[in-house]
Nanobody, 120 residues
């Protein structure tokens, strides 16, 4: 069982910045990958950014150049730095973690979500 606790959401004006944090209950070095997803009202949950155990990253086209995912292995925490925020970035942001259990079965865990609201 992996517990993920997000923090850092809030209300910000367009053009502003926020940094989201996701603290894991286990060493993140044991995880295949971690990511941030978001879900706006009436829309499907979508991948925002992800980082693998090897440090490779990928981003949604809509956030490239504005958002940066990073991790601190010592703190078992992954961050999402969000700059130049736009009203369309408004959503609940969820932290995600993937790992294989002892039987090699892939498992996915989710945090409880944190609200990000960008005002115009």
């Amino acid at each position: 069982q992996v517990q993920l606790v997000e923090s850092g959401g809030g209300l910000v004006q367009a053009g502003g910045s926020l940094r989201l944090s996701c603290a894991a209950s286990i060493s993140i070095l044991r995880l295949n990958a971690m990511g941030w997803y978001r879900q706006a009202p009436g829309k499907q949950r979508e991948l925002v950014a992800a980082i693998t155990s090897g440090g490779s990253t990928n981003y949604a086209d809509s956030v490239k150049g504005r958002f940066t995912i990073s991790r601190d292995n010592a703190k078992n925490t992954v961050y999402l730095q969000m700059n130049s925020l736009r009203p369309e970035d408004t959503a609940v942001y969820y932290c995600n973690a993937d790992l294989n259990n002892r039987l090699g079965i892939p498992l996915t865990y989710w945090g409880q979500g944190t609200q990000v609201t960008v005002s115009s």
